[in-house]
């Protein structure tokens, strides 16, 4: 058994649409609620039947970097040390010992960002996409606020369609996010190394 342990519940249908847009049906993808409760869960986990009878071959995990990519490849690997996982070296990198681990964090803006990052990059070559950043250049030109969340400008991007109301995930089940994008490829090729 394979299993990939991402944040939320966004993160959780964007990496399994990836999968499955590549075929990879058997990996099990599954949200940890949040990177604060990442130890936590992995000490959880290990009680696990499929864990204890030594059915899992292979554990990922794929947190966003948010503002610091570096310092959060660190909490995740020192979460998987504490909780007797080995730890690889790098980003996008495996590990084999016993269950083979690897990291993935998301950080597509020079080591920074967020899942939602790279579904606004999979969709910027898109028609309407340049009115995004027009509706922030002029709230910016009007108001004393300068800075915008990838959240938001995803949930400008997503005002524009038709079902307009979605969220990422949802916008992930409805087929909104192309997955053959390049903006994808490190989640594809994380998946294909697990």
Known sequence: M???????????????????????GDIHVEPFQGKDKLRNFLRDVQTRPEFSRNLVTAVG?????????GAAFQSVRDALI?????????NGGFVANGIR?????????????????????????????????DYFNCITQKSKRK??????????????QEDFDLYIGKAAEKGYWP???????PIREFLRNL
Do not use: H, Q, Y
């Not at 995990?61 to 503002?67: C, H, M, Q, S």
């Open 101 to 133: 681990t690897g990291i993935l964090i998301v950080g597509p803006l020079d080591g920074k960002g967020m899942v939602e990052d790279l579904c606004l990059n999979s969709v910027s070559d898109r028609p309407e996409f340049p009115c995004v950043d």
């Open 2 to 24: 394979k299993f990939v342990f991402c944040e939320g519940g966004d993160d959780l249908a964007v990496i399994t649409g990836v999968a499955s847009s590549i075929g990879l």
């Open 147 to 160: 800075d915008f969340s990838s959240k938001a400008k995803l949930r400008a991007w997503m005002a524009a």
């Open 82 to 90: 504490a909780n007797g996982f080995k730890g690889p070296d790098k």
């Open 61 to 69: 995990i794929v947190r966003d970097a948010d503002d610091n990519g």
């Open 179 to 185: 997955w053959e994008n390049p903006a994808f490829d």
